[in-house]
């Protein structure tokens, strides 16, 4: 079975800061990773993918994620934020060939102040 | 290309009643799934088809079933409506296998 833990559930941040959103998993098996981010009434939009390969991955917006096997995480950053990168952010995970059955975390709300 | 659309986007129900909610996925893809969303359980996995089969399945009682259309098109069905039923459903569709998840904006259900 797997699981991923985002330990913090908000974090408020000052614009043009940067920011981290901590993200762990576990699972018995390799794995793919993802970052996910929803607006307010809206779906889901895809940031980044790690599927294999370099291990610090860049996504859209100007975020990355690094992917760490020894302390299974896989933490989002944006060096600079902007007001409109207020929304929650998920990561999941997906067993390699395991079809597309997503494990999300419980989500991080990004507060972004001027 | 358009992107993964869901019917209707608000739904109201009454206990007891049942629902098909639609969703139609991007041109090309043959994967569709479904995740139900609420603020106490989070995000979670009902099922999965690719080509008109279930791939996969998530941990939801019979109630909650789903179909897809050779043309991908996938509706999902839940019967006997709860009130913890209420929830954001969202639709996913995807190239195959392994290949990221493009979400539709979801159907908000409340059950009263």
């Known amino acids: 079975a797997q699981s991923v833990t985002q330990l913090d559930s908000q974090v408020p941040v000052f614009e043009e800061a940067p920011v981290e959103l901590r993200c762990n998993y576990s699972?018995?098996?390799?794995?793919?990773l993802f970052w996910y981010v929803q607006y307010p009434n809206q779906g889901l939009q895809l940031l980044l993918k790690?599927?294999?390969?370099?291990?610090l991955v860049k996504g859209i917006n100007g975020f990355e994620a690094e992917f760490n096997k020894s302390q299974t995480s896989f933490h989002l950053r944006k060096p600079s934020v902007h007001i409109s990168d207020t929304a929650e952010y998920f990561c999941?995970?997906?067993?390699?060939?395991?079809?597309?059955?997503?494990?999300f975390g419980t989500g991080t709300q990004l507060k972004v102040e001027l | 290309k358009a992107g993964v659309t869901q019917t209707p986007r608000y739904l109201i129900k009454t206990r007891g009643q049942q629902v098909t909610l639609s969703c139609s996925p991007i041109?090309?893809?043959?994967?569709v799934s479904w995740y139900q969303q609420t603020p106490g359980q989070g995000l979670q996995f009902l099922f999965e088809?690719?080509?008109?089969?279930?791939?996969n399945k998530g941990n939801f009682p019979g109630r909650f079933s789903g179909r897809q259309f050779s043309n991908s098109r996938s509706e999902m069905n839940v019967s006997t409506l709860e009130l913890g039923d209420s929830a954001l459903y969202l639709c996913?569709?995807?190239?195959?296998?392994?290949?990221?998840?493009?979400f539709g904006n979801g159907t908000r259900l409340t059950v009263t």
């Open positions: 996913a569709s995807s190239s195959g296998q392994d290949s990221p998840l493009h």
């Open positions: 699972s018995s098996v390799s794995v793919y």
């Open positions: 790690y599927l294999s390969g370099s291990t």
């Open positions: 999941a995970v997906s067993d390699r060939g395991g079809g597309n059955k997503l494990t």
């Open positions: 041109s090309g893809h043959r994967s």
């Open positions: 088809y690719f080509s008109e089969t279930q791939r």
